[in-house]
C-alpha cells in the first residue's frame, strides 16, 4: 500500500493525492446527498478505498513517526528471541495475511447488516470514521507497544503499566466478553440453520470432513496442510450440492430440520465435545478449513461486488434512526455506534495484537502496514456486508430481520406490516425469494447471516450461474460464515476454559493443572454453560435474542476497546509523549461517551424496548395481575423473561464499571507520569544500557 | 518464472502462517546457525509442536476473534 518515496514526495505525487482526496470527496458526496434515487455500491467501494488511502498515507504516517517514533534500527523481539517458532522475523506481507487472517472474523460481516435499519449512510460514515481514528489506530499503537515490549500481552501490559488491580479488572471484562460473544456468535448460526435442513445438514457434514482431515493429517500425510485442505474442500462442496437433494428429499429432510432450540443445545453439547476432544482431531483441521474459505470468500465478494457493481435498494436513511426499528431497539446515538463494533474499531483486537504478530515482526516501521493496514482491510469487509444488506429489496430486508413478535408468522401478516412502514412488499414476492434460495420461509431469519447471505448470493449469482444457482450460493454464504463462527466458538470455549482454571486456580491452585482430564472436563463444561445459557436464552426469547444480546456484545467489545486504548493513552504519557496523546485519547472519550450512554441506557431507560429494567417491571406488574402478557404464552415464562431482564441489566451495569474503573486507574497513571519529568514507560531493548538490563 | 516461482512461494508461506504454520525451512537454518549440533525436529514434528503450539492458550495466544 505504501508508495514509493520518490513519487510521494515529488509534484507528481502531491497530484496524485490531491487527486485521491478529490476523487473520495467526490463519491462521499455522492453517498451522502442522494436522496430519493438509488445509488451504485461502486460510490461506497470508490469512497472506502480513497479515504483508507489517505488515512494510511497521512494520518498512520503521522502516527507512526511523530506520535509513536518507530525505529528502524531498534532490534524486534523476532530477532532478540529468535528460536524459529514463535519469534520469527517473518516478511511482512507474510505477517499481514497472518494478523489479518486472526482479526477477520464474524462480527464485522454482522453489525453492519443491522445497522442497515437505518439506511446505509449512518452505517458506512461510522464505519469509515471508526476505522480511520479509532479501530486502526488501537490496533496500530498495541501492536507497536508489545513489539517494544516482547510481545507481551494486552492484560501484562495494562497489570505493569496500570497496577495489579487495574490488570486483573480488565481480564475479568475480557472473560465477561468472551462469554457474551459466544453466546451472540452461535445463535447467529441456530438462526441461520432453524428449520433449514439445507444448510443444517451441510454445516452437520463439516464435522465428519474435520475428523477425516484430522486422521489424515495426523496419520496418513502428516502435515500436509494443503492436500488435507483440499480434500477438505471438494468434500465440502459435494456436502453443498447433496444438501438441496437432502432438503428435497421428503424422507431425509425431516432428520436435518430443527428448531432453534435443539439446535442451540446440539451447539452447546459441540463446543463441550470440540473442547474437550485433541486438537488435532476436530479443532486444528475445522480451523484450516474455515480460515482458507474465509478469506477466500471475501476475497471472491470483493472481486465480484467490483465487477457486478450492483444498486444499493436501501434508502441512504430510513425513518427507524427515531429508534422504533424492528431490528434492534434505540436511537442513532448511541446504538449505530454500538451495533457496529467490529469494522469500525473492536476491542477484540488489541488481545490479536497484543499476541503472536508482535513476536514475528521484521521491524518497527512495518507496524503501519500490518496494524493499521490490517484493520483498514477488516474495514472493507465491513463495507461490503453493508453493500451485501443493501442491495436485496428493503421490503425483503425487514422481512427477514423483523422478529415474529413484530411482524407476524405468515407471509401476509409480514407484508401487510411491511409495506406499511413504507417498504412494499408482497407476500408473492417474499415466497418467491425462499424458493429461490431453497428454504421453506425467511421470515424472521434475523441474527444477519441470513440477509448477508441472500445479499452475496444476489450479487455472486450475477456473476456465475444466474438464477439457477442463487440457492447454491445462498447456502455457500450460510456455510461460509457458520464454519468461522463454528471454530471461533471451540477456540473460544477453550480459551474460556483456560481462563476460568487460572481464575478459579488462584483459590484452589488444584484446578490449575491443564493436563487434568477432571480439570479438563469440569472447566470445559462451566465454559460451555456460560455462554450456553445465554445462548439458549436467546434462541426462546420471542423478540428474537440478537434484539436482546447483540447491543450487549457491542458494548462489551467497545469497552475492551476502551481500555486498550485507555493503556495506549497512559504510555503515551509516560514516553512523555503527551503532546500527541489527543491521538488516543479522542477515541478513548468517544468510545467512553457511546458505551456508558448505551449501558445506562440499557439498564434505566423507561422504554421498555430499550431499558432491562423497566421492561422487567412493565412484566412484573402483569405478574402480580396475573395478566399473561404477550410473546410471554404463561405466568412462568414472564417470571423467566423478568429474571433474564435482570441479568441482562447487572451485566451491562458490570461492563459500565469495568471501563469507569480501568479508565479511573489509567487517569491516576496519566497524572503520576505528567508530573513526574522523565520518561516512565518501561520498554525492551531500547540503546540505554540501563534499561536494556530490564528482562521482565 | 523466478519471479513467479517466489511469489507463489510467498502465498504459500502467508496461507501456512494463517493457520499457525511458520516456515519450516527458516526454522532448520535458525537451528542450523545458532544452535549446531543440536537436535532439529523434523517436519512432522515441528507441525505437531505448531499445531500444540497454536490452540495451548497461554502468553500472547490469543485464538477466536469476532
Known amino acids: ?696 | 518464472m523466478s519471479n513467479v516461482r517466489s511469489i507463489f512461494s510467498v502465498a504459500a508461506q502467508t496461507a501456512r502462517l494463517m493457520v499457525g504454520v511458520p516456515d519450516y525451512d527458516t526454522y532448520v537454518d535458525h537451528r542450523r546457525t545458532y544452535h549446531p549440533g543440536k537436535p532439529i525436529m523434523s517436519y512432522e514434528e515441528f507441525f505437531r509442536e505448531r499445531q500444540n503450539a497454536r490452540y495451548t492458550v497461554g502468553k500472547g495466544k490469543f485464538r477466536g476473534c469476532c
Open chain 1, 1 to 696: 500500500m505504501s508508495t514509493p518515496r520518490t513519487v510521494s514526495s515529488g509534484i507528481q505525487g502531491k497530484l496524485l493525492w490531491a487527486g485521491v482526496v478529490l476523487l473520495g470527496t467526490i463519491a462521499l458526496g455522492v453517498i451522502a446527498l442522494s436522496r430519493g434515487e438509488s445509488i451504485n455500491a461502486a460510490w461506497l467501494v470508490i469512497a472506502a478505498i480513497c479515504v483508507y488511502f489517505v488515512a494510511y498515507r497521512f494520518y498512520a504516517l503521522y502516527i507512526t513517526s511523530k506520535v509513536l517514533r518507530v525505529d528502524p534500527t531498534r532490534q524486534t523481539p523476532a530477532y532478540r528471541h529468535n528460536d524459529g517458532l514463535d519469534y520469527v522475523p517473518t516478511n511482512q506481507y507474510v505477517l499481514f495475511g497472518h494478523h489479518f487472517a486472526a482479526i477477520a472474523g464474524a462480527g464485522p460481516l454482522v453489525g453492519p447488516v443491522l445497522a442497515a435499519q437505518m439506511g446505509y449512510l449512518p452505517g458506512t460514515l461510522w464505519i469509515l470514521g471508526g476505522v480511520v481514528f479509532a479501530g486502526a489506530v488501537q490496533d496500530l499503537t498495541v501492536l507497536f507497544l508489545s513489539s517494544r515490549r516482547d510481545g507481551k500481552t494486552l492484560g501484562d501490559m495494562v497489570r505493569s503499566e496500570m497496577g495489579p488491580v487495574a490488570g486483573a479488572i480488565a481480564l475479568i471484562g475480557v472473560m465477561l466478553i468472551m462469554v457474551i460473544l459466544l453466546a451472540v456468535l452461535a445463535l447467529v448460526v441456530v438462526k441461520a440453520l432453524a428449520a433449514s435442513p439445507w444448510g443444517t445438514f451441510t454445516v452437520f457434514c463439516t464435522i465428519p470432513i474435520a475428523l477425516l482431515m484430522g486422521v489424515y493429517s495426523r496419520f496418513i500425510r502428516p502435515g500436509r496442510i494443503a492436500e488435507m485442505s483440499l480434500i477438505g474442500f471438494v468434500l465440502l462442496l459435494a456436502a453443498l450440492f447433496f444438501g438441496r437433494t437432502v432438503s428435497e428429499n421428503p424422507a431425509l429432510a425431516p432428520f436435518f430440520n430443527f428448531h432453534g432450540d435443539s439446535l442451540a443445545l446440539m451447539i452447546i453439547g459441540y463446543g463441550f465435545c470440540a473442547s474437550v476432544l485433541p486438537i488435532w482431531l476436530l479443532l486444528a483441521p475445522r480451523d484450516y478449513l474455515s480460515t482458507f474459505l474465509k478469506v477466500g470468500t471475501i476475497v471472491l465478494l470483493a472481486v465480484s461486488i467490483v465487477l457486478v457493481r450492483p444498486d444499493l435498494k436501501m434508502p441512504a436513511i430510513t425513518r427507524f434512526i427515531d429508534g422504533t426499528g424492528p431490528v434492534f431497539s434505540g436511537t442513532l446515538f448511541p446504538f449505530l455506534f454500538i451495533t457496529i463494533a467490529c469494522g469500525a474499531v473492536s476491542g477484540f483486537h488489541s488481545l490479536i495484537s497484543s499476541g503472536t504478530t508482535p513476536k514475528m515482526i521484521e521491524n518497527e516501521n512495518q507496524v503501519r502496514f500490518i496494524g493499521y493496514g490490517a484493520m483498514l482491510m477488516e474495514s472493507f469487509v465491513a463495507i461490503m456486508a453493508m453493500i451485501g444488506a443493501t442491495v436485496i429489496e428493503p421490503g425483503v430486508y425487514f422481512t427477514m430481520n423483523s422478529p415474529a413478535a413484530v411482524i407476524g408468522t405468515t407471509t401476509a401478516q409480514a407484508a401487510q406490516v411491511i409495506s406499511g412502514w413504507g417498504f412494499t412488499i408482497t407476500p408473492d414476492a417474499i415466497n418467491q425469494i425462499a424458493r429461490d434460495v431453497g428454504e421453506n420461509s425467511i421470515l424472521s431469519r434475523t441474527g444477519g447471516a441470513p440477509t448477508l447471505a441472500v445479499g452475496m448470493a444476489t450479487i455472486l449469482s450475477n456473476l456465475f450461474g444466474g438464477r439457477a444457482l442463487i440457492g447454491i450460493w445462498y447456502h455457500f454464504a450460510i456455510l461460509f460464515e457458520a464454519l468461522f463462527i463454528l471454530t471461533t466458538v471451540d477456540a473460544g470455549t477453550r480459551v474460556l476454559r483456560f481462563m476460568l482454571q487460572d481464575l478459579i486456580g488462584s483459590v484452589v491452585p488444584a484446578f490449575k493443572e491443564t493436563k487434568s482430564w477432571a480439570n479438563n472436563l469440569v472447566g470445559s463444561a462451566v465454559a460451555v454453560a456460560a455462554w450456553g445459557y445465554f445462548l439458549y436464552q436467546g434462541v426462546i426469547d420471542p423478540l428474537g435474542g440478537i434484539n436482546t444480546l447483540w447491543p450487549l456484545f457491542g458494548i462489551s467489545n467497545q469497552m475492551l476497546a476502551g481500555i486498550a486504548l485507555t493503556l495506549c493513552t497512559v504510555i503515551l504519557f509516560k514516553m512523555k509523549r503527551q503532546y500527541y496523546a489527543w491521538v488516543t485519547v479522542l477515541p478513548t472519550v468517544w468510545l467512553l461517551v457511546c458505551t456508558l450512554t448505551a449501558g445506562l441506557q440499557k439498564v434505566i431507560s423507561g422504554n421498555p424496548a430499550i431499558g432491562f429494567i423497566s421492561h422487567a417491571w412493565k412484566f412484573n406488574d402483569s405478574v402480580s395481575g396475573g395478566k399473561v402478557l404477550a410473546p410471554a404464552k404463561s405466568i412462568t415464562e414472564m417470571q423467566r423473561i423478568i429474571f433474564n431482564d435482570y441479568l441482562e441489566a447487572t451485566l451491562a451495569i458490570l461492563f459500565v464499571a469495568v471501563v469507569v474503573a480501568v479508565v479511573f486507574y489509567g487517569l491516576i497513571s496519566v497524572r503520576k507520569a505528567f508530573t513526574n519529568p522523565n520518561v516512565t514507560a518501561v520498554e525492551i531493548g531500547a540503546a540505554a544500557p540501563a534499561v536494556e538490563g530490564i528482562h521482565v
